[in-house]
C-alpha cells in the first residue's frame, strides 16, 4: 500500500532576504529552482556543490551567486540566513537539516526530510509586482502547481485588461428587427449567470433599453475575440455591421456618450441616466459588477452631466412621454374631445397622464398589478388589464409604456374592440413591442406609432446634432485621463 503523504499546518510569510546571505546546497534542477527565486527576492546566494547544471554555471560567471565547488561542510551553516538541502543524498540532507537547527536557522529540505524542516516552499508565481503562492500544506504537489499555472492565465489576462461594449441599437436595426435581442428580467439573470462564467471577463453590466441592448465589460483583450461573447449574446446572428464592439477608450467614450442621452433617438434624454444606474445596481446584486464597474460608473456620471450641462442649452431636450405629447398635440386635432387610454403606471405613464389632465383630456388608466395611488382627478379613469378590451371600443388614442414578453394589445384579442367609425392613434412607448404592429395593416382606421417613428420624427424637429456629439467628444477627451485611471488599476498599474 502507498503510504499517505504527510500534511503539516503552515502559516503563509513574505520573506524580506534583501542583500541577506541564503545558503542552496546542491546543484540539480531543485536547486536551480530555488535559486532562481531567492535572486528574485534579492537575496545573497551561496551555492554549495562541485557540480551543477548550465543555468547555475551560468549565474556564477555573471558573478549573479557565489559557487563553492565541493561537498558541503558543516561551517557552511554559519552566517545564513536561510539554508536549503537540495542534494540528492537524503543523509546528507538529514545532515544539513540537523546542523541548521543546532544553528538555530531556518531550514527547508527538498526531500522526504522536508516535514523535519522548518519551512516549505509554495509553488510560486511573480508576475510584475505581483507575487502569488499556492500551498497545500505538502498534500500535493501537483494540484499546487496545476492551480499556480491557471493562476498566471489569468495574471497575464488582467495585464491585458480593458473596457469592453458589445451591443446593437436604433441606428443599425429597427425596432421590430431589434426585439428578440432585448432582455426581460430572468432572461438578463441566465445570461448574466452565462457571461460570469467565461474565462477573462472580470466585472460587467448588461444595458437593457427601449434603444439598444449592450454588454459593458472589465475583460481581457484575448476574450474579446474568442467569439464567446457575441455567441452568448445572439450577436453571431448578425451580420458584423448591424453590431458593435468597442474596446479601451472607444469603450468609455461610448459609455459617456450614452449615459449624457447623446446616443438616445432622443438626444439629451434623461431616463438613460437611472437606466445605467439600474444595470449597475442589478449586476452587482447579482455578482457581476464589484469596484471596477461601479467606479466606471460614477466617473461616467460625471462626465456625462459636464456634457449635459453644455449642450442642453442647443437641444430642446426631452423625455420619451414629452415626445410622445408632443406628437400627440402635432397629430391630433381637437385633442380636448378625445378619449385617451394610457397603459401603465410606472414613469413614463405617470408623465403621460399628468400632461393629458393638463390639456383637460379624459383619460383611462390601465395598470397591472400596481394600482395608481395619490392621483384624484375626475378626468381620469383607472382600470385593470383585463378591462383593455371593454376600454378601446370607446377611447381615441392608445399609448403603451409597459414591461411585457408579448403584445398587450394585438391583433388576435382586440382587433375586434377598436373603434370602426373614427381614426384611432395607437403610440408603441414599449420595448419589447406593447403593441402587436400588424393591427394597422388589418384595419384602415388604426394608425400604429412605435418608438423609432416617433424620435425619428423628433430628431428631425430639433436639429444641431452633429454640434452636440462634436461638443461630447471633447469633453469625453478631456476626461481622458479618468479613463486611463480605471484602466492602470484593472491592470494593477497603480
Same mark, same amino acid.
Given at each position: 500500500?502507498?503510504?499517505?503523504?504527510?500534511?503539516?499546518?503552515?502559516?503563509?510569510?513574505?520573506?524580506?532576504?534583501?542583500?541577506?546571505?541564503?545558503?542552496?546546497?546542491?546543484?540539480?534542477?531543485? !536547486?536551480?529552482?530555488?535559486?532562481?527565486?531567492?535572486?528574485?527576492?534579492?537575496?545573497?546566494?551561496?551555492?554549495?556543490?562541485?557540480?551543477?547544471?548550465?543555468?547555475?554555471?551560468?549565474?556564477?560567471?555573471?558573478?549573479?551567486?557565489?559557487?563553492?565547488?565541493?561537498? #558541503?561542510?558543516? =561551517?557552511?551553516? +554559519?552566517?545564513?540566513?536561510?539554508?536549503?538541502?537540495?542534494?540528492?543524498?537524503?543523509?546528507?540532507? =538529514? %545532515?544539513?537539516?540537523?546542523?541548521?537547527?543546532?544553528?538555530?536557522?531556518?531550514?527547508?529540505?527538498? +526531500?522526504?526530510?522536508?516535514?523535519?524542516?522548518? #519551512?516549505?516552499?509554495?509553488?510560486?508565481?511573480?508576475?510584475?509586482?505581483?507575487?502569488? @503562492?499556492? @500551498?497545500?500544506?505538502?498534500?500535493?504537489?501537483?494540484?499546487?502547481?496545476?492551480?499556480?499555472?491557471?493562476?498566471?492565465?489569468?495574471?497575464?489576462?488582467?495585464? @491585458?485588461?480593458?473596457?469592453?461594449?458589445?451591443?446593437?441599437?436604433?441606428?443599425?436595426?429597427?425596432?421590430?428587427?431589434?426585439?428578440?435581442?432585448?432582455?426581460?428580467?430572468?432572461?438578463?439573470?441566465?445570461?448574466?449567470?452565462?457571461?460570469?462564467?467565461?474565462?477573462?471577463?472580470?466585472? #460587467?453590466?448588461?444595458?437593457?433599453?427601449?434603444?439598444?441592448?449592450?454588454?459593458?465589460?472589465?475583460?481581457?483583450?484575448?476574450? /474579446?475575440?474568442? !467569439?464567446?461573447?457575441?455567441?452568448?449574446?445572439?450577436?453571431?446572428?448578425?451580420?458584423?455591421?448591424?453590431?458593435?464592439?468597442?474596446?479601451?477608450?472607444?469603450?468609455?467614450?461610448?459609455?459617456?456618450?450614452? /449615459?449624457?442621452?447623446?446616443?438616445?433617438?432622443?438626444?439629451?434624454?434623461?431616463?438613460?441616466?437611472?437606466?445605467?444606474?439600474?444595470?449597475?445596481?442589478?449586476?452587482?446584486?447579482? !455578482?457581476?459588477?464589484?469596484?471596477?464597474?461601479?467606479?466606471?460608473?460614477?466617473?461616467?456620471?460625471?462626465?456625462?452631466?459636464?456634457?449635459?450641462?453644455?449642450?442642453?442649452?442647443?437641444?430642446?431636450?426631452?423625455?420619451?412621454?414629452?415626445?410622445?405629447? =408632443?406628437?400627440?398635440?402635432?397629430?391630433?386635432?381637437?385633442?380636448? +374631445?378625445? %378619449?385617451? #387610454?394610457?397603459?401603465?403606471?410606472?414613469?413614463?405613464?405617470? !408623465?403621460?397622464?399628468?400632461?393629458?389632465?393638463?390639456? +383637460?383630456?379624459?383619460?383611462?388608466?390601465?395598470?397591472?398589478?400596481?394600482?395608481?395611488?395619490?392621483?384624484?382627478?375626475?378626468?381620469?379613469?383607472?382600470?385593470?388589464?383585463?378591462?383593455?378590451?371593454?376600454?378601446?371600443?370607446?377611447?381615441?388614442?392608445?399609448?403603451?409604456?409597459?414591461?411585457?414578453?408579448?403584445?398587450?394589445?394585438?391583433?388576435?384579442?382586440?382587433?375586434?374592440?377598436?373603434?370602426?367609425?373614427?381614426?384611432?392613434?395607437?403610440?408603441?412607448?414599449?420595448?419589447?413591442?406593447?403593441?402587436?404592429?400588424?393591427?394597422?395593416?388589418?384595419?384602415?382606421?388604426?394608425?400604429?406609432?412605435?418608438?423609432?417613428?416617433?424620435?425619428?420624427?423628433?430628431?428631425?424637429?430639433?436639429?444641431?446634432?452633429?454640434?452636440?456629439?462634436?461638443?461630447?467628444?471633447?469633453?469625453?477627451?478631456?476626461?481622458?485621463?479618468?479613463?486611463?485611471?480605471?484602466?492602470? @488599476?484593472?491592470?494593477?498599474?497603480?
Amino acid at each position: 500500500m502507498r503510504k499517505k503523504r504527510p500534511e503539516r499546518k503552515t502559516f503563509p510569510i513574505n520573506a524580506m532576504l534583501e542583500g541577506r546571505k541564503v545558503l542552496v546546497v546542491g546543484g540539480g534542477r531543485v !536547486g536551480q529552482r530555488k535559486v532562481e527565486l531567492l535572486l528574485d527576492a534579492g537575496a545573497s546566494v551561496t551555492l554549495v556543490c562541485p557540480d551543477c547544471v548550465s543555468e547555475l554555471n551560468d549565474l556564477e560567471k555573471a558573478s549573479k551567486i557565489t559557487h563553492l565547488k565541493r561537498f #558541503f561542510e558543516d =561551517r557552511d551553516v +554559519d552566517q545564513s540566513s536561510l539554508v536549503f538541502a537540495c542534494t540528492d543524498n537524503k543523509h546528507v540532507n =538529514r %545532515r544539513i537539516l540537523e546542523l541548521s537547527k543546532a544553528a538555530r536557522v531556518l531550514c527547508c529540505c527538498a +526531500d522526504g526530510n522536508w516535514p523535519d524542516g522548518d #519551512f516549505v516552499t509554495p509553488a510560486i508565481l511573480r508576475t510584475g509586482k505581483v507575487l502569488m @503562492s499556492v @500551498s497545500t500544506s505538502g498534500k500535493s504537489c501537483r494540484q499546487s502547481r496545476l492551480i499556480k499555472e491557471n493562476l498566471s492565465k489569468h495574471l497575464n489576462s488582467i495585464e @491585458s485588461s480593458d473596457l469592453l461594449v458589445i451591443g446593437t441599437s436604433h441606428e443599425m436595426i429597427g425596432m421590430q428587427e431589434r426585439a428578440p435581442y432585448h432582455l426581460l428580467l430572468r432572461e438578463r439573470e441566465v445570461m448574466g449567470a452565462m457571461i460570469s462564467q467565461v474565462w477573462g471577463v472580470h466585472e #460587467f453590466f448588461i444595458l437593457n433599453t427601449c434603444n439598444r441592448i449592450e454588454l459593458v465589460a472589465a475583460i481581457a483583450k484575448e476574450a /474579446t475575440t474568442s !467569439g464567446v461573447l457575441r455567441r452568448l449574446m445572439h450577436f453571431d446572428q448578425l451580420r458584423p455591421d448591424l453590431y458593435y464592439m468597442k474596446f479601451g477608450y472607444q469603450a468609455f467614450e461610448h459609455v459617456c456618450k450614452i /449615459t449624457a442621452g447623446m446616443g438616445s433617438q432622443t438626444p439629451g434624454e434623461f431616463h438613460v441616466v437611472s437606466q445605467v444606474k439600474d444595470a449597475v445596481e442589478e449586476a452587482s446584486a447579482c !455578482g457581476w459588477a464589484a469596484s471596477i464597474i461601479r467606479d466606471l460608473c460614477d466617473t461616467v456620471l460625471k462626465v456625462s452631466k459636464d456634457i449635459r450641462r453644455q449642450v442642453e442649452p442647443l437641444l430642446d431636450i426631452a423625455e420619451i412621454e414629452e415626445v410622445c405629447i =408632443r406628437y400627440i398635440d402635432q397629430h391630433i386635432d381637437n385633442l380636448s +374631445d378625445k %378619449r385617451v #387610454f394610457v397603459a401603465g403606471t410606472g414613469v413614463v405613464g405617470k !408623465g403621460l397622464i399628468s400632461s393629458l389632465v393638463k390639456r +383637460d383630456v379624459k383619460c383611462v388608466w390601465g395598470y397591472h398589478r400596481n394600482m395608481p395611488k395619490d392621483f384624484d382627478s375626475n378626468l381620469v379613469e383607472i382600470v385593470q388589464f383585463d378591462q383593455i378590451g371593454n376600454i378601446l371600443s370607446d377611447v381615441d388614442i392608445v399609448v403603451s409604456a409597459v414591461d411585457v414578453e408579448s403584445p398587450l394589445i394585438n391583433v388576435r384579442g382586440h382587433l375586434a374592440s377598436v373603434k370602426k367609425d373614427t381614426p384611432v392613434t395607437m403610440i408603441d412607448l414599449g420595448m419589447p413591442r406593447n403593441i402587436d404592429p400588424e393591427l394597422g395593416t388589418k384595419c384602415n382606421n388604426i394608425k400604429v406609432i412605435d418608438l423609432d417613428v416617433l424620435k425619428h420624427w423628433y430628431r428631425k424637429s430639433t436639429g444641431t446634432l452633429n454640434q452636440v456629439l462634436k461638443i461630447c467628444a471633447d469633453i469625453t477627451e478631456s476626461n481622458r485621463d479618468k479613463y486611463e485611471r480605471i484602466r492602470n @488599476s484593472m491592470q494593477g498599474e497603480l
